[in-house]
T-cell receptor, first 113, second 117 residues
Framework: GENVEQHPSTLSVQEGDSAVIKCTYS??????FPWYKQELGKRPQLIID?????GEKKDQRIAVTLNKTAKHFSLHITETQPEDSAVYFC????????????FGQGTTLQVKP | DTGVSQNPRHKITKRGQNVTFRCDPI?????LYWYRQTLGQGPEFLTY????????KSRLLSDRFSAERPKGSFSTLEIQRTEQGDSAMYLC???????????????FGSGTRLTVV
C-alpha cells in the first residue's frame, strides 16, 4: 500500500546550523511532494513543495531535493532560527491526481538559541 | 475569505453519541479533503470531494463515518455512535484542481479536536 517513512523523529540543532529531514515513499506513481510545518496547536502550513519533473527547489533558507529512482526526498533548512522549531511533515501524492496526500510521521525540530 | 474555517474548534462527547463537524473551504477551491490526526502522527486521509462528488474514501473510514458536501461548498463530517478511539483532531483542507498531471498544495483549517469520554 501507499506509505511514507520520515526520519528522524526528533532533531535538535544549534541556532545557525543546518537541519535535514529525509523521507522515502512507496508509490512510484507519486508525483507531488509537499512539506508542511505545524506549530503546537496550529494547523499544518505548506512551506515548500516539489513536483516529480524537478530534482531540486529552493526558497530562501529552505530547499527540497527529490531522487525519483531511489524514491527519496529531503528537506534542508539552512541558518536555522528558533522560530523554525516545530513539527515538520513530508507527504507524497497518491495515485490518480486526486490531490490525496500520504503523510510521514513527522519530525520535531528544536532549534536551540 | 480568510482561509479554511472549521467548527467547532473543540468537541467533547460521551461514547455512543453522534457528532457533526463543519468545514468551509476557500470559496474558489473545488477540492475538499478530510484528514484525522492523532497525537504524534501525521494527518491520515479520510475522504475527498471534487465539487459535490465524494470521489474517494479511505478503507479506514468505518460505516459510522459519513461526509457530505452539498452544492460543492461547505462540507460536514458526521461520526455516529462515537467510540473512544475516535478521539483525534479532524482536519479539513481545500485546494484547486491540479494543473495537468500535478495537484496543488492544500490549505488546512485549524481543525476540530474531538474528545470522546
Amino acid at each position: 500500500g501507499e506509505n511514507v517513512e520520515q526520519h528522524p523523529s526528533t532533531l535538535s540543532v544549534q541556532e545557525g546550523d543546518s537541519a535535514v529531514i529525509k523521507c522515502t515513499y512507496s508509490d512510484s506513481a507519486s508525483n507531488y511532494f509537499p512539506w508542511y510545518k505545524q506549530e503546537l496547536g496550529k494547523r499544518p502550513q505548506l512551506i515548500i513543495d516539489i513536483r516529480s519533473n524537478v530534482g531540486e527547489k529552493k526558497d530562501q533558507r529552505i530547499a527540497v531535493t527529490l531522487n525519483k529512482t531511489a524514491k527519496h526526498f529531503s528537506l534542508h533548512i539552512t541558518e536555522t532560527q528558533p522560530e523554525d522549531s516545530a513539527v515538520y511533515f513530508c507527504a507524497a501524492s497518491g495515485s490518480g491526481n486526486t490531490g490525496k496526500l500520504i503523510f510521514g510521521q513527522g519530525t520535531t525540530l528544536q532549534v536551540k538559541p | 475569505d480568510t482561509g479554511v474555517s472549521q467548527n467547532p474548534r473543540h468537541k467533547i462527547t460521551k461514547r455512543g453519541q453522534n457528532v457533526t463537524f463543519r468545514c468551509d473551504p476557500i470559496s474558489e477551491h473545488n477540492r475538499l479533503y478530510w484528514y484525522r490526526q492523532t497525537l504524534g502522527q501525521g494527518p491520515e486521509f479520510l475522504t475527498y470531494f471534487q465539487n459535490e462528488a465524494q470521489l474517494e474514501k479511505s478503507r479506514l473510514l468505518s460505516d459510522r463515518f459519513s461526509a457530505e458536501r452539498p452544492k460543492g461548498s461547505f462540507s460536514t463530517l458526521e461520526i455516529q455512535r462515537t467510540e473512544q478511539g475516535d478521539s483525534a483532531m479532524y482536519l479539513c483542507a481545500s485546494s484547486l484542481d491540479g494543473r495537468g498531471a500535478y495537484p496543488y498544495g492544500y490549505t488546512f483549517g485549524s481543525g476540530t479536536r474531538l474528545t470522546v469520554v
